[in-house]
């Protein structure tokens, strides 16, 4: 069974750093790419970016270039979302979901439960 | 970058309407389409890949249509279950868009 397990809710201060992670489980975790999600409160869904665990090719949504760092470690099955310096607008659920084996032309067929990021003084 | 449009953004329906939601894109995207549904408090749920086929497990009455830049999700009889937000994503490119939702709200 497909599985993206998160990390979980994570309370932090503007300006602190953060790093969230999406676990994979039963598939080939290298061979799919994998993407984030953010969903701001009461908003819709942003896609972030992706990245192909197997050579770690990242893309960014121009979005969130420079603002957050996709990562992944094949050797746990684990992908990454981190932040240097947090902001109060980085308030939200962060998804992760897998894409298919190329960087387009897949859906995201499967999704993490999700990680609620607070940024709060 | 490809911008995409749904309508209507709230939708207000009874149980056993037929319900049509649309998604537009701002340049063709060949069948690139997918379809999610978003409970509150869960993750969105795959229903409708490239644009009209549906994923395993998801009732029939879900369907997707179109092309190019015209993309419309049906619901054929709307059942409790399926009241909920709608996302269209586009993926023609690494750069994937969704629209901006759609809310099926019980009338």
């Known amino acids: 069974e497909v599985q993206l397990v998160q990390s979980g809710a994570e309370v932090k201060k503007p300006g602190e750093s953060l790093k969230i992670s999406c676990k994979g489980s039963g598939y080939s975790f290298t061979s799919y790419w994998i993407g984030w999600v953010r969903q701001m409160p009461g908003k819709g869904l942003e896609w972030m970016g992706i990245?192909?665990?197997?050579?770690?090719?990242?893309r960014y949504s121009p979005s969130f270039q420079g603002q957050v760092t996709i990562s992944a470690d094949k050797s746990i099955s684990t992908a990454y979302l981190q932040w240097s310096s947090l902001k109060a607008s980085d308030t939200a659920m962060y998804y992760c979901?897998?894409?298919?084996?190329?960087?387009?032309?897949?859906?995201?067929?499967?999704w993490g439960q999700g990680t609620l990021v607070t940024v709060s003084s | 970058d490809i911008q995409m449009t749904q309508s209507p953004s709230t939708l207000s329906a009874s149980v056993g309407d037929r319900v049509t939601i649309t998604c537009r894109a701002s340049?063709?995207?060949?069948?690139?389409l997918a379809w999610y549904q978003q409970k509150p408090g869960k993750a969105p749920k795959l229903l409708i890949y490239?644009?009209?086929s549906l994923e395993s497990g998801v009732p029939s009455r879900f369907s997707g249509s179109g092309s190019g830049t015209e993309f419309t999700l049906t619901i054929s009889s709307l059942q409790p279950d399926d009241f909920a937000t709608y996302y269209c994503q586009q993926y023609n490119s690494y750069e994937r868009t969704f629209g901006q939702g759609t809310k099926v709200e019980i009338k």
């Open positions: 979901a897998r894409a298919g084996i190329a960087a387009a032309g897949t859906d995201f067929d499967y």
């Open positions: 990245i192909y665990p197997g050579d770690s090719d990242t």
């Open positions: 340049q063709s995207i060949s069948s690139w």
């Open positions: 490239k644009a009209s």
